[in-house]
């Protein structure tokens, strides 16, 4: 063939793919999310997301050490609070002594540079499992008392310590209501990573497992239709990342990541700031029971799906797949 265009040139060989290669994942870019329990007892296997524990205190600080050590740079942490902890208003999200802030005192105190991100949102802690507080008839989240209550929670977590709180429970206004909190008592240093655009989906499945707030509510497809987004409208994720920017958000995140590439790739187009995105517990967990089936190659499809993550415009990704990354050394 006469044929002097021949793409397959730069394929020929893994030094030329290594070359001119575009993309690529670093344990830098990731973020371990972690879940803790109270108590000494031993970890706790979660059946949902095999390979992922609930870890005590002591247990955490080892993992979070290893994790630095490995390369990781940041992780968020998650609390599985007892059932008797949790009450429709969750109460125990504002105890100076609540789990979460033992946690973070002690990682802190352990491992001072690994990154600290905790989650804002009241499911952890809600005996119905929603994010927030309830209307008074029961029928939806009420939004402003809800963001009252999170900028207590934000200033509790930034005075123990941790790097950036990211609110995670969709109100409307409440970047803008945190960040004032946090300035107005001196805690303009502490950041903010919003989960901006946070879609409303069934991928969270395992996760509501591990944190026990599928079992308080009785369901894993506890419904949040209200608050988090419709997955069917990308206007609407390109409105709430403007909103979060405006209202002083440093980081603006997209949940879930792999099904979402497309609302990644508009975000990073639409904003300077670094954007994150989550691989949530149902995109780790198809996966790994694939692989455990023998239908993909572990290894691969994880490289693979985080590749793409990056690749369609995240600067950080939140991913159950981090640890084994780093420890594999990449
Ligand atoms: C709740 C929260 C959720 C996740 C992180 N924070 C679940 C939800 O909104 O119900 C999901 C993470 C995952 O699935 O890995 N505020």
Not at 278 to 292: L, M, W
Request: hydrophobic letters at 40%.
């Amino acid at each position: 063939m006469n044929l002097p265009i021949r793409p397959r040139r730069l394929r020929k060989s893994a030094e030329i793919r290594d070359l001119v290669r575009e993309n690529s994942v670093t344990p830098q870019d990731l973020v371990q999310p972690l879940f803790v329990i109270d108590g000494s007892g031993p970890a706790e296997e979660i059946a949902s997301m095999p390979g992922q524990r609930r870890l005590t205190i002591s247990q955490l600080v080892a993992e979070c050490r290893e994790l630095y050590e490995a390369g990781i740079r940041g992780v968020a942490l998650f609390p599985k609070l007892d059932a008797r902890l949790k009450d429709p208003r969750g109460t125990e999200a504002l105890s100076k002594k609540t789990l979460i802030l033992r946690a973070v005192r002690a990682v802190k105190a352990a491992v001072p540079k690994l990154l600290l991100f905790t989650d804002i949102a009241l499911d952890p802690y809600t005996s119905h499992g929603h994010d927030g507080v309830l209307t008074e008839d029961g029928s939806d989240v009420d939004n402003d008392a809800t963001v009252e209550i999170l900028c207590k929670m934000a200033l509790l977590h930034a005075e123990a310590g941790v790097d950036f709180v990211a609110p995670s429970d969709m109100m409307d206004g409440r970047i803008g209501a945190i960040r004032a909190a946090l300035d107005a008592t001196g805690y303009e240093g502490t950041g903010l990573l919003a989960y901006s655009a946070k879609f409303s989906s069934a991928y969270y499945g395992p996760f509501r497992d591990a944190v026990g707030s599928a079992s308080a509510a009785g369901t894993t497809l506890l419904n949040k239709d209200t608050y988090q987004l419709d997955p069917a409208n990308a206007r609407a994720a390109a409105r709430e990342v403007a909103l979060d920017e405006a209202e002083g958000a440093d980081i603006v995140m997209v949940k879930p990541a792999g099904p979402y590439l497309d609302i990644l790739r508009q975000t990073r187009t639409a904003t300077n700031l670094p954007v994150a995105a989550y691989q949530v517990s149902g995109e780790y967990s198809q996966i790994v029971a694939a692989a455990q089936m023998g239908w993909l190659d572990r290894e691969r499809t994880r490289d693979e799906s985080l590749l793409a993550i990056k690749r369609a415009g995240a600067d950080i990704i939140l991913s159950y797949f981090a640890g084994e990354i780093a420890r594999q050394g990449v």
